[in-house]
């Protein structure tokens, strides 16, 4: 959702200031905006529906000069996209610039009164009111900008990352955030701002979190001041990031989403490196040693998460019940922290996200802590608001995620709920010593075999072309493989907009049953597992009325050639591990349907991949 960017220092702020941009398209965007400060103080605004080169275009002719700036990429919530509702939005003086990223919840009530004082509102957005206050506020109390912004927003409800230039200030940016993520770049001699670090770190390694309800005060050869709506002053210690600029790039792959697919191996031995030890037979999550006592005694664990990350916390929910022997709840984050939800000491909570910045999650932990429960978070985005929300965790270490729908963070949650799994139980002594051990041989082997999967790329390539006529697609498994099916259907109308429906197998009959026809395409996870013969039995329920199935199968399954119109063969696992191999074909097909019909894989419409308003 909306990207936040700034700069300002000695060097041209508008090419940063667009490239910033362009690494932060990945969230999801309808319209984009810019705001310069140039060597005559002058404010020049300037804005765009569409894309950041629509905004580039736009430009060419204009003035973009200037070494202090904002910029903005806006994900509509109040008011249609377009120039006027884009961001940064001005004051009536046409003397501060504003851009927000978050929902001001009570933007009407404070809009009628700011009307009542004459002032004029241009667009539709509830952003615009924070400019108008802030201005208002200057001129009412005779104060300074900080001030001004402090008061500001203390009025105001809701989640905002902000950032405010002022001409009457035109050596300051002034940032501040409250639920919704910003960071600080610190360079030589300049400084920057961003929704995360991707903006920055080709400039510096520096950075700091602004931590909720903190204002960063950032002017031009000083010291950066936090300070908080207390007005207390903050300290904080600066950290690196460890972000690699090749991560950010597409690296020879026509879109961030293939590239992503591929790097599962890869990630998946980065998410394992020196925590699953076979030569000694282990497996060591430093969160688990730290805090065994604690998960050891937990009567129950509840997961919390939205999207793809749901769907890897119901893996985690067979993985953990198999292996630990604790009841274990999924819960949408969404719902959960609107419910009045029964939480105690003896609960422990999974927060899995892979951007950690996702608003439901982060509101739904912060309620069952409050309730006393333990909070262990599985997170991707290293020092995001979740992470820092939580007790202990475990990060999944695959490395920046940029296409919108989740590929390789998914791979990385379930490794680490495997990893949970095994280390707890061992703890617990509720698994095997067989299952231990198999389990930990087979975690090592599952790169490799992942390897071989995406072998199959070109194969389901040309199963793709196929299907480009579909308007619809049930996807089926049981036990592990639902969850699989789930997220299968997911990835599939994400990002090719096909209406596709995730089902447990036998589940089938109780409704989507009867939407099965000739032209209904049917993807079955049929490997070979214990359910299997159920799940061949269901598939010959789908033969019987023409639908046309595809079938994830085990290698060498030679038995569902004559059932299945296509078979895609995946090397045999353990069943508890066959999400990690099965879900590779069906991102494929699902990447290879959307490239077929021409559509924005990595930036599918309407979708954003960090959701930062509820
Ligand atoms: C958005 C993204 C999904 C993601 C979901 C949860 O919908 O597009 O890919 O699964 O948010 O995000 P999180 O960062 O919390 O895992």
Redesign the pocket.
């Known amino acids: 959702m909306c990207g936040i960017v700034g700069y300002i220092g000695n060097k041209n702020a508008y090419p940063i200031l667009i490239k910033g941009l362009k690494r932060l398209e990945y969230r999801?965007y309808d319209s984009a905006g810019v705001a310069l400060l140039n060597s005559k103080n002058e404010l020049n605004i300037y804005k765009t529906k569409g894309k950041v080169s629509d905004l580039e275009n736009f430009v060419a002719d204009k003035d973009c000069s200037g070494t202090v700036g904002i910029a903005h990429t806006r994900w509509a919530t109040h008011g249609e996209p377009n120039k006027i509702n884009a961001h940064p939005h001005c004051s009536n003086s046409k003397n501060i610039a504003l851009i927000h990223n978050g929902i001001i919840e009570n933007y009407a009530d404070l809009k009628e009164k700011l009307i009542q004082k004459g002032i004029e509102f241009k667009s539709d957005t509830d952003t615009e009111i924070i400019v108008h206050l802030i201005e208002y506020l200057l001129q009412k109390h005779n104060t300074n900008l900080l001030s001004a912004v402090q008061l500001a927003l203390s009025s105001v409800v809701g989640a905002y990352a902000i950032a405010v230039l002022d001409k009457n200030n035109p050596d300051t940016i002034i940032a501040a955030r409250k639920s919704s993520p910003l960071v600080v770049g610190i360079g030589e001699d300049e400084f920057f701002i961003a929704s995360d670090a991707s903006p920055i770190v080709e400039y510096t390694k520096k950075v700091i979190y602004l931590d909720n309800e903190e204002i960063a005060c950032i002017r031009r050869g000083e010291e950066i001041k936090f300070i908080n709506l207390k007005n207390i002053e903050v300290q904080h210690e600066i950290q690196e990031v460890l972000l690699d600029i090749g991560q950010l790039e597409k690296g020879g792959y026509a879109h961030f989403m293939l590239k992503e697919i591929f790097e599962q191996p890869a990630c998946i031995n980065n998410c394992m490196k020196g925590r699953v030890n076979v030569a000694h037979d282990n497996i060591k999550l430093s969160a688990v040693i730290d805090y065994q006592e604690k998960l050891v005694n937990a009567k129950r664990i509840i997961i919390l998460?939205?999207?793809?990350?749901?769907?890897s916390g119901l893996i985690g929910k067979y993985l953990l019940e198999t292996y630990c022997q604790i009841p274990v709840e999924v819960e949408y984050?969404s719902e959960f922290r609107y419910r009045n939800s029964v939480v105690g000491e003896n609960d422990v909570v999974i927060a899995?996200?892979?951007?950690?910045?996702?608003a439901?999650?982060l509101a739904a932990i912060e309620l069952a802590k409050a309730k006393g429960a333990f909070i262990f978070g599985i997170?991707?985005?290293v020092g995001s608001s979740?992470p820092r929300a939580t007790h202990t965790g475990a990060y999944i270490h695959v490395g920046p995620?940029i296409g919108?729908?989740?590929t390789k963070?998914?791979s990385g949650?379930v490794t680490v709920l495997a990893m949970l799994a095994m280390a707890l139980g061992r703890s617990k002594n509720t698994i095997s010593e067989k299952d231990y051990f198999e389990i930990i041989q087979e975690l090592a082997n599952i790169p490799q075999k992942m390897e071989k999967v995406l072998q199959l790329n070109e194969e389901i390539a040309d199963l793709a072309k196929i299907f480009t006529y579909a308007k619809n697609f049930i996807y089926l498994g049981r036990g592990y493989c639902f969850p699989v099916a789930l997220e299968g259907a997911?990835k599939l109308k994400?990002i090719s907009y096909i209406h596709a429906e995730g089902y447990p197998a036998a589940e089938m009959k109780h409704g989507p049953i009867a939407l099965i026809d000739d032209e209904m395409p049917v993807v079955f996870i049929a490997t070979n597992n214990a359910l299997y013969e159920k799940v061949v039995s269901n598939m010959q329920e789908v033969k019987a009325r023409k639908g046309r199935i595809i079938a994830i199968i085990s290698e060498g399954d030679t038995k569902l050639n004559d059932i299945a119109d296509f078979c895609i063969e995946v090397p045999q696992t353990l069943e508890c591990l066959e999400p990690l191999i099965t879900t590779i074909p069906l991102q494929l097909m699902a990447y290879h349907i959307a490239v077929c019909k021409g559509k924005n894989v990595d930036q599918p419409r309407n979708?954003?991949?960090?959701?930062t308003v509820e």
């Open positions: 999801g998460a939205c999207g793809t990350s749901w769907h984050a899995i996200s892979q951007s950690g910045e996702t439901d999650t997170c991707n985005a979740i995620e919108v729908a989740s963070a998914f949650q997911l994400e979708l954003a991949k960090s959701v």
